[in-house]
């Protein structure tokens, strides 16, 4: 009796062992070779395919300006590797377009997050970028009452655990990074000039944009790392982003619902530095063509690197009434306005930029005027939702 059992036991266990084993090979395998395929992925999405070109590490790549930067950079023959955690702060789906947009120009996007410093660390290991993009953020202004958190943890956290891979990095890469017209907060002074004093910050989203000017100074001063950091002024055009005015006001019309225009002091018309995407574009390509180089090595300074800050706009600031009235022309449909005071939510009444800086260092050049650039967002926007056969589609 005894021996029987004994027997069964031997048996079962290395049956169980034998088992294990086949299991333990194949998830092995299969994790070891899709490892392998992976880094290949990454490799040939950051290869150059020119002389003297730069291999790129793209955040927010499935976002706005990041998809666009990265197909720009691509089309010259840079290498371009995205990373992007595809939230849904704003539909993924409209992420996931640009995402395919993107794969058919042969760049490979990492679905990951800027605070996982183990994903960063394997891909400075599979290629080594000479610069680092830095578009990934939380957006947004009012969404802060929301959400506080994940300004924090994207625009501050994420944006530390980024600058130390770039600093522990061999080569260390330079690093352009979006930081936001929303720094110069309440300012009265305009156009707003990077010299400008920005300690009055409307909203949290442009607090944190300050501190990262801030924490990035720090990263220049100790490491060694270059640092450009570009002070965006209201990016709109095809692909954007469906949180900003221009986006829901253009989807409202076209199903007949209200739009709501803040209204500032006094009766004020809010008005903005409309910035049009293919003139940004040309600024981060500038910027990043011009950024000279990190010299650290080995997480020590060896010597000053650069450290700029640009403001990329349009110099000629629009009223929000305007805005709609092309958007009615271009739609062929009125809007349905409904006029209300602006709340204390961290709006600003209005943005101008003095762009000369960026003219003179990096030969920016903005050359789209608003009408023109809404044109083009507008025949974007009827294709990708498919209004042409009149289909509603939300
Ligand atoms: C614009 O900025 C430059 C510095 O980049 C400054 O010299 C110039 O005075 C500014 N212009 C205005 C109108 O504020």
């Not at 002024?233 to 095809?238: A, L």
């Not at 003179?360 to 023109?372: C, N, S, Y």
Request: charged share 20%; hydrophobic share 40%; net charge positive.
């Amino acid at each position: 009796m005894f021996f029987w059992a004994l027997l069964l036991i031997a048996f079962t266990a290395s049956y169980l062992s034998f088992q294990s084993f086949v299991e333990y090979r194949s998830r092995y395998f299969t994790s070891s070779c899709s490892a392998i395929q992976w880094e290949n992925q990454v490799r040939n999405s950051g290869h150059i395919h020119r002389s003297s070109g730069m291999s790129v590490l793209v955040t927010g790549a499935a976002g706005f300006v990041g998809s666009h930067v990265s197909l720009a950079l691509k089309k010259r023959g840079d290498g371009v590797v995205g990373l992007d955690n595809f939230n849904n702060y704003y539909d993924p789906s409209l992420k996931k377009a640009r995402n395919l947009l993107l794969n058919s120009h042969r760049i490979f996007v990492v679905e990951g997050d800027l605070n996982d410093a183990k994903l960063l660390a394997k891909l400075f290991d599979a290629v080594a970028f000479t610069h680092v993009m830095h578009l990934a953020a939380q957006a947004g202004v009012r969404y802060a009452m929301e959400n506080p958190n994940s300004y924090v943890q994207s625009n501050i956290a994420g944006l530390v655990t980024l600058l130390e891979a770039c600093k522990s990095a061999n080569p260390q890469p330079a690093v352009v990074w979006a930081s936001s017209s929303s720094v110069y907060g309440l300012n009265e002074k305009i156009p707003f000039s990077e010299a400008d004093w920005t300690d009055q910050p409307a909203s949290l989203y442009a607090a944190t944009k300050k501190a990262g000017e801030e924490i990035t100074h720090t990263y220049n001063h100790i490491y060694g790392l270059s640092i450009t950091g570009l002070r965006f002024f209201t990016v709109y055009g095809p692909w954007g982003r469906p949180d900003m005015a221009y986006f829901s006001f253009t989807r409202n019309i076209l199903q007949g619902k209200p739009i709501t225009i803040f209204r500032g002091k006094n009766q004020g018309d809010l008005a903005r530095d409309f910035t049009y995407i293919d003139d940004i574009v040309k600024g981060c390509l500038g910027s990043l063509d011009t950024s000279g180089t990190s010299t650290g090595s080995g997480g020590k300074k060896r010597g000053p690197a650069p450290y700029r800050i640009f403001n990329l706009g349009n110099t000629s600031p629009v009223r929000v009434t305007e805005l709609v009235n092309i958007l009615e022309r271009h739609l062929k449909l009125k809007a349905k306005r409904n006029i209300v005071d602006m709340p204390g939510n961290g709006d600003v009444p209005f943005t101008h930029a003095n762009i000369s800086l960026a003219e003179k260092e990096l030969g920016f050049e903005p050359i789209t005027d608003l009408q023109t650039g809404l044109n083009k967002f507008v025949r974007w926007y009827l294709s990708y939702y498919g209004y042409n056969n009149r289909n509603a589609v939300e």
